[in-house]
T-cell receptor, first 116, second 115 residues
Framework: DTGVSQDPRHKITKRGQNVTFRCDPI?????LYWYRQTLGQGPEFLTY????????KSRLLSDRFSAERPKGSFSTLEIQRTEQGDSAMYLC??????????????FGEGSWLTVV | AQTVTQSQPEMSVQEAETVTLSCTYD???????LFWYKQPPSRQMILVIR??????QNATENRFSVNFQKAAKSFSLKISDSQLGDTAMYFC????????????FGTGTRLKVLA
């Protein structure tokens, strides 16, 4: 069983450029989450999917952020016109309802974004 | 709205000693899940222990146990026989069992185990 996989692990981009992160959840997990974490802080909720449906989106997520999960498997998080304040680690996580370990969220290793 | 508060930004403990990390939360739900996650330096966040609110018995996982006080909305983590590998950020989190499936995290406690 492979865990949650994120790509790329590190991204340095110039301000104003667009970036896209990919997340592959644990295969049988139908819920997929995106969080943002800055140094020394806890993960901050951005959005989550159940299968391909985006069920909730944080008010913190500006119009420059968009996430998709087109076939209910992998997901992408795109940030358009990046700003220095977008520099953070973007965490993907997945979970499944019920069963052993159900309702527990499992994280990937994160994608570090640095905007210069 | 759910909130999770961790009031201890940093703690340290001697190797082999016991340490308790505090967490309080606020929720209007009657049934929910509580979690402690560990994030070692530059490494992946992993689950330490979880508690279902409808279970009165405190969860235990080897050297890790919780003190769950539902009325007080308190969920502390006790680490016994602390090891150097326990050095990490520890995050408390909650998630209701209905409606939103959003997990809310606290700001974390940085734990350093001293040799």
């Amino acid at each position: 069983d492979t865990g949650v996989s994120q790509d790329p692990r590190h991204k340095i981009t110039k301000r104003g450029q667009n970036v896209t992160f990919r997340c592959d959840p644990i295969s049988e997990h139908n819920r997929l989450y995106w969080y943002r974490q800055t140094l020394g802080q806890g993960p901050e909720f951005l959005t989550y999917f159940q299968n391909e449906a985006q069920l909730e989106k944080s008010r913190l997520l500006s119009d420059r952020f968009s996430a998709e999960r087109p076939k209910g498997s992998f997901s992408t998080l795109e940030i358009q016109r990046t700003e220095q304040g977008d520099s953070a680690m973007y965490l993907c996580a997945s979970s499944q309802p019920g069963g052993t370990g159900g309702n527990t969220i499992y994280f990937g290793e994160g994608s570090w974004l640095t905007v210069v | 709205a759910q909130t999770v508060t961790q009031s201890q930004p940093e703690m340290s403990v001697q190797e082999a000693e016991t340490v308790t990390l505090s967490c309080t939360y606020d929720t209007s739900e009657n049934n929910y899940y509580l979690f402690w996650y560990k994030q070692p330096p530059s490494r992946q966040m992993i689950l330490v222990i979880r508690q279902e609110a409808y279970k009165q018995q405190n969860a235990t996982e080897n050297r890790f146990s919780v003190n769950f006080q539902k009325a007080a909305k308190s969920f502390s983590l006790k680490i016994s026989d602390s090891q150097l590998g326990d050095t990490a950020m520890y995050f408390c989190a909650s998630r209701p069992n209905s409606g939103t499936y959003k997990y809310i995290f606290g700001t974390g406690t940085r734990l350093k185990v001293l040799a």
